[in-house]
Structure formats: C-alpha cells, structure tokens
C-alpha cells in the first residue's frame, strides 16, 4: 500500500516565490528522505531528517517533520526554473526493511 | 567518485524477449536496490542485493524476473518474455551500508516493449 502521498500533485510558482510540498504518510519510520527528480532523468537525493529531528536545513531546502501527524514538508526558497522538476519523499517502511517507499510526487514548475 | 551507473540508458524489447538491465553501484557501495517507475507515479521497490545475495525481493514478480549481484560485476536485472505491461523506467540505487540511508540513483534505464 502507499506508504507516501504527496500534496499538492502539481505546484505552478513564480520563480522567486517560495515553493511548499507536503508528504504524509502511513506507519512509524526511521527517516524520511526528500529526492528531485528532473523530466527523463533520475533521481538527486536531496535532504535525509531522521525521526528525532523536527527541522532541517540545506541552502535553500527546509524541511519540517511532525511524527504525531506522519507528515513532512519541503519548503524551497526563493525558487528558480531550474528548481522545476518532479519531487519525491521516501521513507522507510517502518518494519526494518531496507527498501524505501516512495509517495507518487509533486511536479512543480517555475514560471520564469 | 563516479556515480551510480547503470546500461543501456535505454532498450527497446519485442514482446517475448528477454531485458537485461545493468548497474554499477557507486565505488566502495555493497548494497544495491532496483526500482520501477510507471509513467506519471513514484518508483515502487523490487528488490535489495547485497554481493552474491538477495535479501528482500518482496517487490518483485514471482515470474520472469530474476536479480544477481555477483561477486565480480555489475548487478543485473533480468525480465524473461518481456511483455508491454514492463515497459517502465527501471532505476538502481546503492548505499554505504546497512540501514536505511541515502540511496543515491542512477540515471535508469526505459525499457519500451513493442
């Protein structure tokens, strides 16, 4: 079953707005990691927040984790078109188990 | 450090065929993770190898599908009797180690069955 779902599924920004992404998802985890995907190509591993952490930061990435709701936000500051692409959170699956589950995406796009 | 490489980028199948699809993981990487990815979703997991095992292939199809990691070379992915339904993009991930940490991908290979 899906573990992460992503909302909104599409984001449209002007570039230097801020972009928000939200993740939920299902049972208890280790840690939630955050990937960008661009069109065609794979996937570029962005942050990793460990259950024990609320916040993290790298550059203009922040990203909230609330364990009591099983939810997690990636904030992008002042966005530019090269920030459009498709975005991913992934997490464990609560059981040990080595794989990752990763929710369907939010495709945001950067209007220059 | 060369990243996570995987072969051929992309591979066309007549319906029957066989698919072989190659991963190098990332130097001084011993766990490698393959993945699906159908048009407009998230990749969904197939299965997770270490050097000459295989540790969970909850993900995988019982048929046709096989996975190895050997001791010398590449992973490889294996789909027997290819079918349009396999038409996806398939990624290869690796880690460090053990635990669930940053898996780093690479680029995938499309596979279009016609």
């Known amino acids: 079953s899906q573990q992460g779902e992503e909302d909104p599924q599409a984001l449209s920004i002007q570039e230097g707005e801020n972009a928000t992404m939200n993740c939920s998802y299902k049972?208890?985890?280790?840690?939630l990691q955050w990937y960008r995907q661009n069109s065609g190509r794979g996937l570029v591993h962005l942050i990793l927040?460990?259950?024990?952490?609320r916040e993290k930061h790298s550059g203009r990435l922040r990203v909230t984790l609330d364990t009591s709701k099983k939810s997690s936000s990636l904030l992008i500051t002042a966005s530019r078109a090269a920030d459009t692409a498709s975005y991913f959170c992934a997490t464990d699956d609560g059981e040990g188990a080595q794989k990752l589950v990763f929710g369907q995406g939010t495709r945001l796009t950067i209007n220059p | 450090n060369a990243g996570v490489m995987q072969n051929p980028r992309h591979l066309v199948r007549r319906r029957g065929q066989e698919a072989r699809l190659r991963c190098s993981p990332m130097k001084g990487h011993s766990h490698v993770y393959w993945y699906r990815q159908l048009p407009e979703e998230g990749l969904k997991f197939m299965v997770y190898l270490q050097k000459e095992n295989i540790i969970d292939e909850s993900g995988m199809p019982k048929e046709r599908f096989s996975a190895e990691f050997p001791k010398e070379g590449p992973s490889i992915l294996r789909i027997q009797q290819v079918v349009r339904g396999d038409s996806a993009a398939y990624f290869c991930?690796?880690?460090?180690?053990?635990?669930?940490?940053?898996?780093?991908f690479g680029p995938g290979t499309r596979l279009t069955v016609t």
């Open positions: 049972t208890s985890i280790n840690n």
């Open positions: 991930a690796s880690s460090l180690d053990r635990g669930v940490r940053e898996q780093y």
């Open positions: 927040i460990r259950s024990n952490e």
